[in-house]
């Protein structure tokens, strides 16, 4: 502690005269100490309205020498000497190394990118779990030797609880109106980002659990459309969850119980859900395109397969672009025309009608092909000239040569007749 003394001049010197030496005590007193500590003189020096001590109140003890003065001895803080030969031959310390500032992704649409910046999994893994009291009426024992991983929980608000629960019954209600309400909400909202998988779960499971069960087909794929046509949500890391239970509506064999029910449209839906993946992420996922033809063709080629699946992978296949049609579908159609003349003679109605639909769809999309086609072909000076030295009985010759004799005939009926010369021309060039 400094003396009295050293203190009464260091005070007179900054022109401080009459200094009370109790001010600084009281609040030591008051804390019930012995020792005088800097907080004390602070308190005092505020209460007398002067500039506080500014600094850190050191823990180790301060060594003070005296100097003899005409009046008093005068203290001042005992310091080490210092010889300067001996800073000049030490090494000079190691550089700081610079600044350098980086940016990261937190987070890339709510997902966090596995980064060395982002702390890992593993460390995550380390923080204490939020555990959640059980009643003592209803606590669960789980035995030690379980193998069963426990699975992490997605917290939910009360508030996205009951969103959630009021479009599931909604989306079950009988009530078109309020079907489409739900429906309309979810294509909109953009706060409900937390429950796409939970609606991609109610989808599958209400695919899984009712097959044959043709209105909640129609409204799981309605709820589908409605996620992917929302701006606000990121489907892309469902997509392998959401092209399942898709493909099953397009492809399975019983949508119905009863086969004069309307699940050509359902299929027809699907399909162009389908188109919508396919243009959207298929550059996101390279391999999509391919697994997509892939799944449709072996459909499409298989004749075990029901004529229903057969109406889902044309239609199918016909939604990914021109040139999976020239590769895919036409050098198939001759074949697949004779199994169609086939089941058109059953005595079965719900064969013949599928097969009735099968060949209805493969003339209606190749009329649309050929449009799409012809449209993209460049003009020559020519193709006139050569459109009318081709006759009827030529054009008739390659259709039947490829795509048999029943599709053929409907082709060469349709108002597309001169684009279907104009084809045939392009590939005999």
């Not at 001895?73 to 080490?80: M, S």
């Not at 309400?181 to 499971?205: K, M, R, S």
């Not at 579908?329 to 169609?340: A, E």
Request: contains cysteine.
């Amino acid at each position: 502690m400094y003396p009295k003394n050293s203190i009464k001049i260091a005070a007179e010197s900054l022109g401080i005269s009459k200094l009370r030496e109790d001010d600084a005590a009281k609040f030591m007193r008051n804390a019930k100490r012995t020792k005088l500590l800097v907080s004390d003189v602070n308190s005092a020096l505020k209460v007398r309205n002067l500039q506080p001590i500014y600094g850190y109140d050191l823990g180790a003890e301060i060594k003070y020498r005296g100097v003899s003065a005409p009046l008093e001895d005068i203290f001042y803080e005992e310091e080490e000497e210092v010889d300067l030969s001996d800073i000049f031959n030490e090494p000079a310390p190691t550089p700081p190394q610079p600044v350098i500032y980086s940016a990261h992704w937190l987070a890339i649409e709510g997902v966090q990118p596995s980064i060395p910046q982002n702390p890992s999994y593993e460390q995550l893994d380390l923080t204490t779990p939020l555990t959640v009291e059980q009643p003592k009426d209803k606590q669960i024992s789980i035995s030690s030797t379980s193998n069963t991983a426990i699975l992490v929980k997605h917290v939910l608000s009360k508030e996205h609880q009951l969103y959630f629960e009021c479009v599931k019954e909604s989306m079950f209600s009988t009530d078109n109106i309020i079907q489409n309400a739900a429906l309309e909400c979810v294509a909109t909202d953009a706060g409900i980002h937390q429950l796409v998988p939970y609606f991609i779960q109610l989808v599958n499971d209400t695919i899984i659990q009712n097959g044959p069960n043709l209105p909640l087909l129609k409204v799981s794929v309605s709820l589908v459309k409605a996620l992917l046509v929302n701006p606000h949500f990121y489907i892309e890391p469902y997509m392998h969850q959401i092209l399942p239970s898709l493909l099953t509506c397009l492809l399975g064999k019983n949508l119905c119980y009863d086969y004069k029910e309307d699940h050509w449209t359902l299929r027809d839906n699907v399909a162009g859900l389908v188109d919508i993946i396919n243009k959207t992420y298929s550059k996101s996922y390279h391999s999509l395109l391919q697994r997509l033809a892939r799944t449709f063709t072996r459909t499409f080629l298989d004749p075990s397969k029901p004529l229903e699946s057969h109406y889902g992978a044309i239609k199918g296949l016909f939604t990914l672009g021109s040139e999976a049609i020239r590769v895919l579908v036409i050098p198939n159609l001759k074949v697949y025309s004779s199994l169609l003349e086939t089941e058109l003679e059953s005595t079965n109605p719900a064969i013949k009608l599928a097969a009735k639909k099968c060949s209805d769809l493969l003339v209606i999309s190749l009329n649309k092909f050929i449009i799409s086609v012809v449209k993209t072909q460049p003009k020559t000076n020519n193709q006139d000239t050569d459109i009318r030295q081709d006759s009827i009985e030529k054009l008739n010759s390659d259709l039947n040569l490829t795509f048999g004799e029943m599709i053929a005939d409907s082709l060469i009926k349709s108002p597309n007749m001169e684009n279907w010369f104009k084809f045939f021309a392009e590939s005999d060039r």
